[in-house]
């Protein structure tokens, strides 16, 4: 919801995109456990501060890699940190999901590609140091199967240290993704949008003043831009303006970015319809205006708590964090979204029902790639939020 961490809607820890392509493969991983993850004494003494200051929490980083453009890496993951006792052992068990292309072509760029681990000591305040020299799975040599059935994989380093890990590699159908990621319209999209060219008709011909031909009516959109409060405010007076006027029922889409999107998503909020079940742009206006009317830093003391637990939640499964994501976590206070999935918190999912009636134009939230170091091209389903 907005800007990629401005509002971030709830949502599983991880997404496994539908490939249109039929040759995809499904990748999980599970990360078990590590066995005698001890830092030598030469690993202390190349970093004394954070071997006083801190505490060894290891995780695992996976990535997915092709030698393809626009493949070099284009998904990665990570696990949870784990605080390392004296015994050195860890159990983590985690399980991790990658789409991968069959990779039946021939020549460069062909084949599954690479699966390469490494273990990495998280660092509180710095950037997290390499535990462990890197272990590459060509997942050519996988065995892929129909069911779920897990290979057994162990990495060696150090001095007896171990990760062990199981893989599965099997061929992906729609009982296997939880969501979609191809280049063609969703099927549901498509249907919604046939739905919505009947209203766009008869709004058309109304405002022509003569019948317009279903074949002849235009795919009109509205793109709103991003800019913060400034841009909600302006998105909702020229929702308004394009109400009165009687065109905001001739476009099709309306799609938004950033703050525009803040607008957007509390307007397609069941709680906003009016009783003829269209959402209400006026209602919505006068609920933006008191929400911002009870900004401040006793709103931001008040959930302070909320903020912090926030914060750590999404440190802890492994996504990076900034000043941004706590504009964010202030913004959803703001906005009477419930934070860190409590009951009642609002949903995308929440707004499908309304939006398959087509009483509003087809709403689309811009997602923005916040994957680190990686181009815009290289990306997977957990990498986006809207």
């Not at 995809?24 to 599970?30: K, N």
């Not at 681990?117 to 065995?143: E, M, Y």
């Not at 060219?197 to 709103?224: F, H, N, R, T």
């Not at 708590?305 to 440190?315: A, I, M, P």
């Amino acid at each position: 919801l907005a800007h990629y961490s401005a509002v971030q809607l709830p949502m599983a820890q991880q997404q496994n995109p539908h490939v249109d392509d039929k040759t995809a493969l499904r990748l999980d991983v599970v990360v078990k456990s590590g066995q005698n993850l001890k830092l030598s004494f030469w690993q202390k003494l190349k970093d004394p501060i954070h071997t006083l200051a801190d505490s060894f929490d290891a995780f695992v980083s996976l990535e997915t890699s092709r030698n393809a453009p626009g493949y070099e890496a284009f998904s990665s993951q990570r696990t949870t940190a784990i605080a390392v006792g004296d015994s050195g052992n860890v159990d983590w068990n985690e399980t991790f999901s990658f789409v991968v292309p069959d990779g039946s072509e021939s020549g460069e760029g062909g084949g599954r590609g690479t699966l390469t681990l490494a273990v990495f000591d998280q660092h509180t305040v710095l950037s997290d140091k390499p535990f462990s020299s890197d272990f590459k799975i060509n997942i050519d040599q996988l065995t892929v199967t129909q069911e779920k059935v897990f290979q057994k994989q162990s990495f060696q380093f150090g001095d007896n240290a171990s990760i062990s890990a199981e893989t599965c590699l099997r061929k992906l159908t729609e009982a296997t993704v939880d969501m979609r990621f191809g280049t063609d319209l969703n099927p549901k999209e498509v249907e919604i949008v046939a739905k919505r060219k009947e209203i766009c008709c008869k709004a058309i011909s109304k405002l022509l003043g003569k019948d317009v031909l279903a074949d002849k009516v235009p795919v009109v959109s509205i793109v709103a831009s991003g800019g913060g409060f400034r841009s909600m405010t302006a998105t909702a007076g020229s929702a308004q303006g394009l109400k009165d006027t009687g065109l905001l029922d001739c476009a099709t889409y309306f799609s938004s970015l950033s703050g525009s999107t803040w607008y957007l998503s509390n307007l397609l909020c069941p709680d906003l319809y009016s009783k003829d079940g269209k959402p209400d742009v006026d209602q919505c206006a006068d609920y933006l205006k008191e929400c911002c009317a009870q900004m401040g830093a006793k709103l931001f003391l008040k959930n302070a708590s909320d903020y912090v637990n926030e914060l750590k939640r999404r440190r802890k499964i492994g996504l990076d964090i900034s000043l941004v994501d706590l504009w964010g976590c202030y913004l959803a206070s703001v906005f009477k979204m419930v934070i860190n999935e409590q009951p009642g918190a609002k949903k995308v999912s929440q707004q499908r029902p309304y939006t398959e009636t087509a009483e509003f134009p087809f709403p689309l939230y811009t997602g923005i790639h916040v994957h680190k170091n990686n181009a815009d091209e290289k990306f997977s389903g957990k990498d986006c939020h809207a």
